[in-house]
């Protein structure tokens, strides 16, 4: 059962305009989430995260929502660059499990040049 | 060079063949994980380690063997591949608990 998920496979954005990648959580107790970019034939790298004290963070483009009543959480990226064109990966981990983090499906960003 | 490396990168096996996918850290992270990545099912976690000697399983951890008597190698063996465990593999590592992880380039594995 996943217990992190991407329902959108697939983003097409124009240059310059706003990526927003979603992801969904069911088990409320996930206290620690993160974002990776996945070029291909390349391992993920790491983007971005956000704890469960707070709703947002932000780096530089990319910003991280957290929004734990709803269980959702976003990923802007302002302005899309060509370079953005990845896939999109949340994780989230739960600390009494220690480092077990579950990922989601992924989102293929495209962005248009 | 500093980081970390798996190897092969990508390999072909038989069905019932043991393979052996190897993981490699340099930077004495005490954390070290493996992810198969399949379609549909983002990235899977098949077993963990806190510390050399230490291991426990993930989500998916039927079929699988690891070991890490040190604390920067860290293998994963399939005792008897099946077409099942035809995937892409990312070994990764991090330095401590609930810290952000460090992926390897993959090992794409096909099981005929």
Redo the contacts between chains.
């Keep these: 059962d996943?217990q992190?998920k991407?329902n959108s496979p697939s983003l097409s954005v124009q240059e310059g305009r706003i990526s927003i990648l979603n992801c969904d959580y069911t088990n409320s107790m996930f206290d620690?989430f993160?974002w990776?970019k996945k070029y291909p034939?390349?391992?993920?790298?790491?983007l971005i995260?956000i704890s469960s004290i707070k709703d947002k963070n932000e780096d530089g483009r990319f910003t991280v929502f957290l929004n734990k009543s709803a269980k959702h959480l976003s990923l802007h990226i302002v302005p899309s660059q060509p370079g953005d064109s990845a896939v999109y990966?949340c994780?989230a981990?739960l600390?009494t499990t220690?480092?077990?983090?579950?990922?989601?499906?992924?989102t293929s960003l495209t962005v248009i040049p | 060079d500093a980081g970390i490396t798996q190897s092969p990168r990508y390999k072909i096996t038989e069905t019932g063949r043991q393979v052996t996918l190897m993981c490699h850290q340099t930077w004495s992270h005490s954390?070290m994980?493996w992810?198969r990545q399949d379609l549909?099912?983002?990235?899977?976690?098949i077993y963990?380690s806190?510390a050399a000697d230490i291991t426990d399983k993930?989500?998916v951890p039927d079929g699988y063997v690891v070991s890490r008597s040190k604390t920067e190698n860290f293998p994963l063996t399939l005792e008897s591949a099946t077409r099942s465990q035809t995937s892409v593999y990312?070994c990764?590592s991090?330095p401590g608990?609930?810290?952000?992880?460090?992926?390897?380039?993959?090992t794409q594995l096909s099981v005929l």
């Design positions: 996943q992190v991407q620690y993160l990776y034939a390349e391992g993920p790298t790491f995260s990966f994780a981990s600390l220690g480092n077990q983090f579950y990922f989601g499906t992924g | 954390y994980f992810y549909g099912h983002g990235l899977r976690l963990y806190a993930g989500e990312f990764a991090s608990r609930d810290e952000k992880l460090f992926f390897g380039s993959g």
